[in-house]
């Protein structure tokens, strides 16, 4: 199959991937588009770029597990005991040249789809091969225009200018303009998520986040995100951690710091039992990581007078997860936990603290039970 096939088939799976996306029939994301470039691969065992192609779109973001390189992982790591491991894809700083050559031929060509033609830049940017310098603009540039498509889930196209962003921050040869892009469309996503009717923190923390890291200025959206979410104390107390990273003034980082104190107050007052020594247990965990004693023995006075007895029987949580971040979530849970294990992480993600509140093993049972 000539190259040209290759760039026309990928990118006919990409249209195809919008257009569902239009209709809400999926995700148009970087893994789906692996997922169908991974039939290809099967069907060609033997043809080198179906592999290549598939294996690029198929890396994960990783958290630096054993097979992690930079930023990447294989998307499915498999135990089969006695320390042996069914991987997929190859770890990446285990791609053999044969790959490396079919990624960058095919990320030069600008006929290909951004998406993967920016993760392919992106990888070859991170195993240091060949002309690094035309990676970087690539990748960033391609990313960049990658995120502008509506049809791509918002988590994807967040996590794409975040990349891009971090890439400029890795390069000490930095294009100022390809960098200026990056960031006014990853502020530009930002206050978009704020200003959608759904419910896109997961999209605009991160997107802060990456923004604050790189220095750019952030204080009216930080106050704009505040305004849509400080009715969730968790939300409203991380918001404030942002601004603090902003702030050189002491003064104002105490006054957030308080503020991020009485927002689980102010919610414990209105919540009873284990909720609410929960909340209070937020709280004083902020006081106690500022050093204020002081605040902290106040808090733990409330926490232990509050009445948890109504409580032992039963405990209603309910909790709404992101797509992206309950696969952050159950990834680590499938691993090699024990059962009692798993169910001890779900139940602590739901109910924030509770390990803290000293509760044994059989009540987060209960909470996993009744939740």
């Known amino acids: 199959m000539r190259s040209s096939n290759y760039i026309d088939v990928v990118n006919r799976l990409c249209s195809e991937l919008a257009g569902e996306s239009a209709e809400g029939d999926g995700h148009f994301t970087t893994s789906e588009l692996g ?33 992690a390189c930079g930023p990447y992982e294989p998307m499915f790591v498999l135990s089969q005991g006695g320390g042996q491991y069914s991987v997929f894809p190859v ?5 053999g040249p044969d790959l490396l050559g079919v990624w960058a031929g095919y ?55 975040a990349r891009a962003v971090a890439i400029c921050q890795e390069s000490r040869n930095q294009d100022e303009k390809l960098r200026a892009d990056a960031l006014a469309a990853l502020a530009g996503l930002a206050k978009e998520s704020i200003d959608s009717a759904g419910d896109s923190f997961g ?38 951690a942002l601004a603090i990273k902003t702030t050189p ?18 919610a414990a007052d209105l919540a009873a039992g284990l909720r609410r020594v929960s909340l209070l247990e937020d709280a004083r965990s902020i006081a106690s990581s500022i050093g204020d004693s002081r605040e902290a023995e106040r808090l733990n006075g409330l926490i232990q007078r509050t009445d948890v007895q109504g409580d032992m029987k039963r405990l209603e949580v309910s909790s709404t997860i992101e797509e992206e971040d309950m696969r952050t979530l159950i990834e680590p849970i499938t691993g090699d936990d024990t ?19 000293r509760v044994c093993l059989p009540c987060v049972f209960m909470v996993w039970g009744s939740g």
């Not at 770890?91 to 791609?95: A, G, H, M, S």
């Not at 204080?219 to 968790?234: F, G, V």
Request: charged content about 30%.
């Open 339 to 357: 059962l009692s294990e798993a169910l001890d992480r779900l139940a602590q993600h739901l109910t924030p603290n509770l390990r803290a509140c």
């Open 107 to 161: 990320a030069s060509d600008e006929a290909l789809h951004p998406i993967p033609r920016a993760r392919m830049a992106d990888l070859l940017w991170v195993r240091k091969h060949g002309d690094r310098g035309r990676w970087i603009k690539v990748a960033v540039g391609a990313y960049t225009v990658a995120a502008a498509i509506r049809e791509v889930h918002v988590v994807e196209r967040g996590n794409m200018l």
């Open 203 to 240: 999209v605009t923390g991160r997107a802060l986040n990456a923004l604050i890291e790189a220095g750019y200025p952030c204080k009216e959206i930080l106050a704009d995100a505040m305004r849509k979410y400080d009715s969730d104390p968790w939300r409203a107390s991380d918001l404030r």
């Open 249 to 266: 003034e002491a003064a104002e980082r105490q006054r957030l710091q308080t503020e991020r104190i009485q927002a689980f107050e102010k």
């Open 35 to 67: 997922d169908r470039l991974q039939v290809f691969s099967k069907g060609s065992a033997d043809d080198q770029v179906w592999r290549a192609l598939s294996f690029a779109c198929n890396y994960h973001m990783g958290s630096g597990g054993p097979f």
């Open 91 to 95: 770890p990446l700083d285990r791609v």
